[in-house]
């Protein structure tokens, strides 16, 4: 099927119901493996992160790493889900050479946590609720790289090498429930829901939920059924997507690929696919196994889990705010609108403003600069905005300086400037490039009578009236003092001088 075989996303909407699922899976951030001591430090060279355990060998003897499990129970609680009082880890068999183990420890009908939901809020402010039905623990797989190919995939590659520093990584996969009634909405649901789980995950402090770096990845299961039906279409799986903005396209485009498929009296394979971030489309990748192919069972070699519930209550006490409830919470504070907020957000500034703000800014300066000169640099550097040699308390000092008359705008970008440029500290910047305001009433007044001199017609058309002339003069009289003055008060000393009213 090509891009061209696709039916209109309105016409399919027309005819077509949209039912999702979405299956996260999220890297833990711990030091440890999951069932090994081995670190979890991907900068080091291949293979030189394995033991006995998660290479798989004979006899080797797996523990659970208790961080791991904790993690899953503040996802699960964060979640809104219920937290069992035991469960079990589970072998899912099937062999792939990443896998050393030749099963994947995971769990199957005893997850640590179930039956939860998560609030989103969609662009226009609306909120949807995402039933939850699982969040398990399980554990990642290795890596292969095909090498001696165009393409770098094993079709015509010489031969393969493994990896397995990822192997025994720990993952928490979360499920939802089937989402219904989004309708036209869906791929904004979808979308929506990745973010606010990513956010919620960074909250708790439990990953980085890095999408671009693989710590987040996303499995977009999407079927149709006709309009005014009940039972559930054919579903497609569509694998690893790994960006915010690629859920939502394939979300829109197997909406359109089904229903091409369905009014044309096709039917859909339950299958998985792959999505291409070059043209946002999906191809076919391997018809998906059922459950019992898998010939999942307990797994022998671990204890079951059994977390106390004062541990439980414990966890669930010392939860974050949630990130959505902070998001409105601060947008009320800072006094912006949703889109501002929203602006904020994509450019990953909340933490930063707020820290900004605690180191004792203004909270609009605080969101002038890193919005403005430092969103710039970021920018133009492809940095993020986290990764910019500034601190926030940095760019409070900057905020003070400016808030106290030292600096103006354009001597504070200078002074940023000189921080991002590894100049030292604001005050050192300032103290190197000679960038203090003239508040220096004579000098001003110096360089004030030396620009009416210079423009005797100007001052005149002032003298006459014309005060919107002013701002000619205040230009000479910056430009003579290099940017250093404050513009406001050169502008009511050369009307005063003048001897007109402002
Ligand atoms: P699998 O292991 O085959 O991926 P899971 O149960 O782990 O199965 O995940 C399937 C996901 O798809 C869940 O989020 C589930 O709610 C959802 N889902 C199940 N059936 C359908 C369907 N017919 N259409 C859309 N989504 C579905
Ligand atoms: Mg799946
Ligand atoms: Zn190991």
Redesign the pocket.
Known sequence: MTVTDLVSYEDALASYDP?????VHVELGTKTKMFCGCSTELKQDANSQTCPVCLGLPGALPVVNEIGVESAIKIGLALNCEIAEWCRFARKNYFYPDMPKNFQTSQYDEPIAYNGYLDVQLEDGEIFRVQI?RAHMEEDTGKSTHVGGATGRIQGASHSLLDYNRAGIPLIEI????IEGAGARAPEVAKAYVAELRELIKALGVSEARMEMGQMRC?V???LRPNGTET????S?TKNVNSLRSVERAARFEIQRHAAVLSSGGTIVQETRHFHEEDGSTTAGRI?DN?EDYRYFPEPDLVPVAPAREWVEELRGGLPELPRLRRNRLKEEWGVSEHDMQSILNAGAVDLIVATTDAGAPSDQARKWWMGELARNANETGRGLDELPITPVQVARVAELVTAGDLNDKLARQVIEGVLAGEGDPDTVVEKRGLKVVSDEGALGTAVDEAIAANAAIADKIRGGKVAAAGALVGAVMKATRGQADAARVRELILEKLGVEG
């Not at 039912?19 to 299956?23: A, I, K, R």
């Not at 499920?175 to 089937?178: G, L, M, Q, R, S």
């Not at 559930?232 to 579903?235: D, K, L, V």
């Open positions: 039912v999702m699922g979405l299956e039905e499920v939802t429930k089937p499995d299961n999407l079927s559930f279409g054919t579903r799986e998906k459950a």
